[in-house]
């Protein structure tokens, strides 16, 4: 019991002269980087530095949302789900193929953003404020040409906004999710007319299966080499790219 009490006593001294050394050391401690004066200047390369550090941790939820790669992913997922091949390929693949086809797809919009806002104001031709609105335009632009006039007004009567005139008035708030649940739309109409003729497969091999009397033999098990080879013999890759680019031409 003694030697418990010792052993309390002698923590209790180790943590206390830690509080006060981590205190006198704190006292001498200089934060880097992080202006303490009251100059507007300082103030305002702060802020930019914190917007900068938000813009980058949304960095993702502007590439999934305000892209074309909600529905490229999606529908890339909807052909490994209709050919029931698990993991084939594998999710890796799919994010990448839809990662560099998103770039593709947004290559014209990126070189837009670059050419009237980014090189004009790292030349010193334009401030901060103006850089940002402008490059907000051809994303307004690209997102509102995609988007169902019934998914923006869903929003737009919500927040009791007036109707703008033309996609530069449309705020980003409102823009962002009517174009998000109109891809998802648009990818999920895209996955129903792949998913047919998988289906139809699989409704022949189970009828077939039935009328032999092997109803304890799994469809899936003989229908997946049909599937893999119908969609080898149509270039069923070819199709869906060429489907999903098409879909973003027009």
């Not at 103030?43 to 930019?48: C, L, R």
């Not at 013999?233 to 489907?243: A, E, H």
Request: glycine share 4%; aromatic share 8%.
């Amino acid at each position: 019991m003694n030697k418990l009490r010792i052993t309390i006593m002698f923590l209790l001294i180790v943590a206390a002269a830690s509080l006060f050394s981590g205190q006198a050391f704190a006292d001498t401690l200089e934060l880097p980087g992080i202006p303490t004066s009251d100059e507007p200047g300082d103030v305002g390369s702060t802020i930019s530095i914190l917007v900068l550090l938000t813009l980058l941790s949304l960095a993702p939820s502007i590439v999934i949302l305000m892209t074309s790669f909600t529905r490229i992913i999606i529908v890339l997922g909807f052909v490994r789900t209709a050919l029931a091949t698990q993991q084939m390929p594998p999710n890796q693949v799919l994010i990448g193929l839809a990662l560099f086809m998103t770039l593709f797809i947004m290559a014209p919009t990126i070189t837009e953003i670059n050419e009237t806002a980014l090189q004009p104001y790292l030349a010193g031709e334009i401030e901060q404020q103006v850089a940002i609105d402008l490059s907000v335009l051809p994303m307004k632009k690209f997102m509102a040409k995609h988007t169902r006039e019934k998914d923006l007004l869903l929003f737009l009567n919500y927040s009791k906004a007036e109707r703008p005139s033309g996609y530069a008035d449309i705020p980003l708030t409102t823009l962002v999710p009517a174009y998000a649940i109109s891809e998802l739309k648009t990818a999920f109409q895209m996955g129903f007319m792949i998913f047919i003729p998988f289906l139809v497969i699989d409704m022949v091999v189970s009828s077939v299966l039935m009328a032999m009397g092997m109803m304890m033999l799994p469809p899936v098990m003989i229908s997946l080499p049909f599937k893999i080879l119908l969609f080898i013999l149509v270039d069923g890759w070819y199709l869906v790219v060429k489907s999903l680019l098409l879909s973003y031409g027009t």
